[in-house]
């Protein structure tokens, strides 16, 4: 039974596979979005599969690019601050770069689009599975890398033998975090329409994304509560058919020694395991395996010789860091004299205005929700009964897309006549302010017994309770969740200051309104010129914020 | 049983030599660039028939020599061979036992005996019946589907001696294998090795164990290479003829137990090696005189037990008494001698006058005694309170000290350092140290030393 379910899986994939490339050709109608709620299982259909290829995509990437930081010498120096800065990059800045270049890319057919949508949706969920993998390489235990040298694995057994294994918890969970970001820019990218150059047509990609936007153009209540409806059954069933079970699968990968006292567990999973799929899998899978161990022989063994003629080592590191230089430099005059000729380098101080205006509301919005979501985290992580309920629906809440809600916000602004230049931090912290809470509440849950107990036996009165116990011990968490709460606003910035109703379109002064305009119009340099310097707003915080707490929470407050 | 001091025998071109090293050293580069010898000058062979043991304490580089013979790591001079072939990479000819076990947790105890011979190409119906057979010989059968994680210490480095043999090594190399285990696991499998050694047809030829426990070494070895301390060098090579099975309540067995401890405890004779003892006041740096790895409370427990078995006891029979490794009895040993509060004579430990005065007074007292002779003897505790002394308010930070440090050891090693003269600077109340900002102060609630 599980088996003809898996048949009719892979069945659905490949129809929605081959209806990905649909031909649009000049002079014919575009391929409208419908409103019609028989059209939303497809659309919801579309969105997933999309959600799960730009998945695909980035574990292989996270794979790849993690092993050539990790393994190759020279190529890590450069490697790891490339994805550093990657990782800093508002998402959204991606869009109109890669639609452009998809679109160029194949001019008569909606692929192009398509893979534009995935190529955001990858850069969302890449960088930080990458950062895990690569992590996660560098600090593997010396004993295993030694015996993987010692017992003569090939390159590829100990890839998969001992790499990808002993990073998986890492991985999955980074994946799940991912996909729990990435659904807000799925819709983004779905939502946004190009106007295709030459046949004058509006193009958009169908999916949940554009399904809401057509809804908000025509100013439907009932179908925006469709799309919200239909996003959290996507969000809940993803968690329960694909991620508990890939967690629950993954636990076996723990490097402990010492069995963990509560596993994750999936009904799923258990299913799965009942059925006959693992052993026709195996089946499957293990000539497939041999005749890889076979192939990739020649790659030889995952050993480096020890030693190695230092002249020959030199000559490579000075040819090596030649062409990085001059590749860098080269990309750097390009970009400036580009920067120069469309914008002008006297723009800038006006977009550090703006700059700034978005970080105020960053700030404001951080202090607001951790002054409403600590003491509620606190409360439901102290309370194991709370906790276990409350964990999966923040997760939830924390994985919607925010996007979604933006209608109704700005309906709400419009009757009251809230300008967006506030309303703003209220769009900006309905995605990110659940990342404070899903931290507080695990940092709270596990503050030790003893301590708690401590508490009510030397009589600390509420005061104290929370200056010298929880406080201090939920620190350490409430860093981590700041800051992703941090960069979920300064990209949610981009969509929340420039929202639109139906006729009425609201507006406010800051950096992702200039870069949402620049990426309307079309407009690279500008778009560039927004990117950099919310990118530098970004890494400047982080360096000297929150770095520095978290080198704090580390030094005196971990438990 | 000989004892000769010359580990230099040239063996090459001899058949039955399995693994040459001849004059390897080893230094990791110091924070501040300069090298940090860990090996000094080590030759020594391994030959087919006999079991050989890497004895010393931590710091004698017993570990980093077993790893250069194994391949993994690069000599900075010196050769290694394997049948006469240098090595440039991991050894061919051998299979390793780790002290933590390094089993793969994700593969069952199947799986992970048969990794080795899966990266050496073996297949299908062969794979299986040689891990079988690996397997049952170690005792294992029954567990062939479980993981790692299910199975106590013991098993679990059944597995890895499973894994190891599987392949059919010429030489076994053991890093520290007992030490994970509890004594009677510990006892039971290294019987069962030695079993295994002396039956018919056992493929592998030699056997090299690196270890800290001297019965260990007596139990197993042919020849036992005692290693001295930083940097780790051969200073006395045993040969161990009495035969197998040997009986710990041997009396040439004691005997010869006994004599190790006194070599491990003694001066070597040669500098610039450090062994500790009593210094004299005012004598020798923080960097060539480190301090042992010891809490004063440990160190006053031992001196108390010194005095209730009436001042001078037999090392290792203190250890017994304890129930103390080497490695855990002798850094409290070496503070003991360091602060002139004990001596070793000949494997024994003596209390000496200061040490009865120590252990008789009350708290305050011998807390003052203790500050007395810390800040006399204890070089990196005297350079720390001296410095203090010379500054107006008193106050330095930790980034002074480490800076010194560093030019003798490494990043780990100078934080270690510094943490024990905090611990023991602390206990004195001679200063004390700001972990939030790495700030020293001399400590002026009292001054505790009597001026």
Known sequence: MVGAGVIALLYAVVRLGQSMAVNFTPGRTPVAISTDIADVPYYAARSLLRMFLALGLSTAFALVYGTAAARLRRAEKVLVPILDILQSIPILVFLPIALTFFITLFPDNLLGLELAAIFVIFTSQAWNMTFSFYHSLISQPTELDEAARMYRLTKWQRFWKLDVPSSMIGLVWNMMMSMGGGWFFLTAAEAVTVFVKGHGLAESLPGMGSYMAAAVAHGSYVQVSIAIVVMVVLVVGTNFFFFRPLVAWSDKFRLESSESADKPRSIVLDLLRRSSVPRLAGRVSRPVGRMLDRATRPFGLAEYPLRTDPRRRHLGDVLFWGAIVGAAATVAVIGLAYLNAHLGFDRFPGLIGFGLATFARVVVLIVLATLLWVPVGVKIGMSPRLARYAQPIVQVLASFPAILLFPFATLVFIDLGIPLDYGAIVLMMLGAQWYILFNVIAGASSIPNDLREMMVSMRLTRGQRWRKVILPAVFPAYVTGGITAAGGAWNASIVAELVSWHHHTLDAYGLGNYIATASAQGKFALLIAGGIVMSAFVVIVNRLFWRRLYRVAERRFTL | ?451
């Open chain 2, 1 to 451: 049983m000989t004892t000769h001091a010359d580990p230099d025998e040239g063996t090459s071109g001899d058949p039955a030599t399995i693994i040459e090293v001849s004059h390897v050293t080893k230094s990791f580069v110091s924070p501040d660039g300069s090298p940090l010898p860990v090996l000094d000058d080590i030759s020594l062979d391994l030959r087919e028939g006999e079991i050989v043991a890497l004895l010393g304490r931590s710091g004698s580089g017993k570990s980093t020599l077993l790893r250069c013979i194994a391949g993994l790591i690069a000599p900075t001079d010196g050769t290694i061979s394997y049948r006469g072939q240098a090595l440039n990479g991991a050894n061919p000819g051998v299979a390793m036992v780790f002290q933590s076990f390094a089993l793969l947790p994700w593969l069952t105890v199947q799986q992970n005996v048969e990794l080795g011979l899966e990266a050496l190409g073996v297949e299908g119906d062969e794979r299986r019946r040689r891990a079988e057979r690996a397997i049952d010989a170690i005792g294992l059968d029954g567990f062939e589907s479980a993981y790692p994680k299910e199975l106590s210490g013991g098993m679990r480095q059944r597995v890895g001696f499973a894994r190891a043999l599987v392949v059919e090594p010429d030489a076994l190399l053991m890093d520290e294998p007992f030490s994970a285990l509890d004594v009677l696991t510990a006892q039971n499998l290294r019987a069962e090795l030695l079993r295994l050694w002396r039956e018919k047809g056992f493929p592998t030829k030699a056997m090299l164990i690196v270890t800290h426990n001297i019965e260990e070494a007596v139990i197993l070895a042919d020849r036992i290479f005692v290693l001295g301390a930083n940097p780790g060098r051969i200073r006395t090579v045993i040969e161990c003829t009495f035969p197998q099975p040997r009986d710990r309540h041997d009396d040439t067995f004691q005997a010869l137990v006994d004599q190790i401890y006194g070599l491990m405890t003694g001066r070597d004779t040669r500098p610039p090696a450090h062994i500790w003892t009593v210094a004299t006041p005012g004598e020798g740096s923080p960097t060539d005189t480190p301090l042992p790895q010891a809490s004063v409370g440990g160190m006053s427990g031992l001196l108390e037990i010194l005095v209730a078995h009436g001042g001078r006891e037999d090392l290792p029979k203190l250890a017994h008494d304890l129930t103390f490794e080497v490695d855990d009895l002798l850094p409290l040993v070496d503070a003991a001698q360091l602060l002139g509060l004990a001596d070793v004579d000949d494997a024994d430990l003596e209390i000496t006058d200061e040490g009865r005065i120590f252990v008789a007074a009350d708290i305050l007292e011998s807390k003052q005694i203790f500050a007395l002779e810390a800040r006399e003897r204890a070089p990196l505790v005297r350079a720390i309170y001296k410095a203090l002394e010379t500054t107006k308010d008193g106050n330095l930070g930790e980034g002074f000290f480490l800076d010194l440090l560093r030019r003798g050891f490494s990043e780990d090693e100078a934080r270690q350092q510094l943490k024990i003269a905090v611990d023991w600077g602390r206990y004195g109340e001679l200063f004390d140290f700001d972990g939030n900002t790495g700030q020293f102060t001399l400590d002026h609630r009292h001054d505790p030393v009597p001026t």
